[in-house]
């Protein structure tokens, strides 16, 4: 037998070499269990900490989508039945044609009263409201300035103050064939003011030719953009304002308010001898009242100017104890 020494792993006795085997095993489990416990532990100690379970129900709340309220719009005028009944019974009181309109420029909720407002009329006066605008809006354009002199050797400025403080007709003559009165027409049509016509002539006569015309509606519309500042800038409609504010004939709608209330009116008023065919008398105001600041337009086929301050006096008086 060889030296022990010299033994080979082949000449071990088979018994011995199987009683070494879970032994060895063993120390194989142990080592990978090791190494499994080292990377688990790395793992729970780095980036991901350990979660904390709960059997709380956590609820989430759904924020709505931001929203933008739309803007305010001004309230739009309602049509007063009690104010329409006040109309309705004047007209019924007289025989002749009448045309009414009421507009409330103040107030959370303003009214709009009408009575054949549409109805094509004689504005007799009254149109000089359109031609002082076109001349202003002429001025405001660059075309001429206040200091321009017309063919009667006037300023605008003068034929302008004339034509709305005296109802200057030769004045209103002036500007209008001065401006061109198709040119006016036009210019009104650009401001919703659709059914008047202030050309009537025949060229090259500068001689009327049947009558001008207009509705109680056009006037109202030119008054309430005046009033808001539609038509011109701002020195050009107080200038035009104070004008009506100043005008010398107050037996119509100023005539039917208290004598410190303000009004801007510009009156109008023919009869036969004037070379038309029936008798006129209309108003367009802006009445401003302590309460309510409103527009007025009256036109009738009448004689007399109390019915429209009576008209005047109860409308007043209506929407001044409201």
Request: aromatic fraction near 6%; charged fraction near 15%.
């Amino acid at each position: 037998m060889l030296p022990a020494a010299r033994r080979t792993k082949g000449q071990i006795p088979v018994a011995r070499r199987r009683r070494g085997l879970p032994y060895k095993r063993s120390l194989g489990l142990l080592a990978i269990c090791l190494l499994v416990a080292v990377v688990f532990a790395a793992y729970h100690a780095g980036e991901h900490p350990k979660v904390k379970k709960t059997t709380t129900t956590t609820k989430i709340q759904l924020k709505p989508a931001p929203t933008t309220n739309p803007p305010t719009k001004p309230a739009l005028p309602q049509t007063d039945v009690a104010l329409q009944d006040i109309l309705t019974t004047w007209a019924s009181q007289h025989t002749y044609s009448t045309s009414v309109v009421v507009t409330e420029l103040t107030g959370n909720t303003p009214k709009t009263t009408t009575y054949n407002s549409t109805q094509s009329i004689v504005p007799a006066s009254t149109y000089k409201i359109y031609v002082a605008y076109a001349v202003l809006h002429a001025v405001e354009q660059g075309t001429y300035t206040l200091g321009t002199v017309t063919n009667d050797g006037n300023s605008i400025q003068t034929d302008l103050n004339n034509m709305i403080l005296n109802s200057d007709n030769s004045a209103a003559r002036t500007l209008g064939f001065m401006l061109g009165w198709k040119n006016i027409n036009a210019l009104l049509q650009t401001q919703g003011i659709t059914h008047t016509d202030l050309y009537n002539y025949e060229p090259p006569s500068t001689q009327p030719v049947g009558d001008k015309h207009t509705t109680a509606a056009d006037l109202a519309t030119a008054l309430q953009k005046l009033y808001n500042g539609a038509l011109l800038n701002q020195d050009h409609t107080q200038l035009l304002i104070a004008l009506m504010k100043q005008q010398h004939y107050r037996e119509r709608i100023p005539a039917g308010v208290p004598s410190g209330v303000v009004v801007a009116d510009k009156p109008g008023w023919l009869s036969p001898a004037d070379g038309v065919d029936e008798n006129i008398q209309n108003d367009a105001a802006i009445v401003y009242g302590p309460k309510s600041t409103y527009i007025l337009v009256i036109t009738t086929n009448g004689t007399s100017t109390q019915p429209l301050a009576d008209l005047s006096r109860q409308i007043y008086t209506y929407l001044e104890t409201l």
